[in-house]
């Protein structure tokens, strides 16, 4: 008699930080104020030309140099990398709401592993997320460096530390160089949009949404194809 085969799991991986959290308008805030102090006055224009979708040594590097700006601009990166996620960890505890629970667990209810990827401090993430599946929830703590996962690879070293297979693994993500980053990975994308990026192109998303609730569950789990 044959062996029966399991069938291949399926997956999400949430941007936490751009989704859950506005985490677009507390990096802007959060960049205006480091940057303000090494004497540059961000706007959303300038932050739409140099930074949105880059790396923050990279992004900084060429603001610096467009307005003549002397500094380090490694310093500066690491600076802004540690203020916006100490302003992340004070908002995880808040985002973490009951229509996110229900739209996590209505996954895990499937048997749906949830990756749940922050640059907040982790263990803050670890404390807000319990009570569901510890199985199939997996906080996860996000090592890019970029204006939210706007680069492939993060989306697919995110598949690969969890064991998931990106076709068979939905990107849930709050940006359209994240829509573009996902479907690049070869991953589904549900992108979840806020005022701040409003503005960007959320083409090729499966699903465009407002908000993360357990009504949102259906629609990832027409991605899955279950």
């Not at 985490?23 to 802007?28: A, D």
């Not at 505890?93 to 667990?105: I, M, Q, S």
């Not at 993060?154 to 940006?175: E, F, K, P, Y």
Request: proline share 3%.
């Amino acid at each position: 008699m044959a062996e029966e085969t399991k069938p291949a799991p399926r997956g999400v991986i949430v941007e936490f930080d751009f989704t859950a959290i506005d985490g677009s308008q507390v990096l802007f805030d959060t960049a205006k104020k480091v940057l303000a102090e090494h004497g540059v006055d961000l706007t959303i224009k300038l932050e739409a030309l140099h930074l949105a979708g880059g790396n923050y040594h990279g992004g900084i590097a060429e603001l610096f140099r467009e307005r003549g700006v002397s500094g380090n601009p490694g310093s500066v990166a690491h600076e802004l990398a540690e203020a916006f996620a100490a302003a992340l960890t004070e908002r995880v505890a808040a985002a973490v709401t009951p229509g996110f629970k229900a739209f996590v667990k209505a996954l895990t209810d499937k048997g749906i592993k949830v990756v749940v990827a922050s640059r907040a401090n982790i263990d803050v993430l670890k404390a807000a997320l319990e009570g569901l599946d510890s199985n199939l929830v997996v906080p996860y703590a996000e090592p890019s460096l970029t204006y939210g996962n706007g680069k492939w690879d993060a989306w697919n070293r995110a598949c690969s530390t969890n064991d998931l297979i990106n076709m068979l693994t939905v990107g849930v993500t709050g940006s359209g160089y994240g829509v573009k980053a996902v479907l690049v990975a070869g991953m589904s994308a549900l992108a979840v949009i806020h005022d701040h990026v409003a503005y960007q192109d959320f083409g090729g998303a499966d699903a465009v949404i407002e908000k993360l609730d357990a009504s949102v569950a259906e629609e990832v789990f027409r991605m899955l194809h279950l």
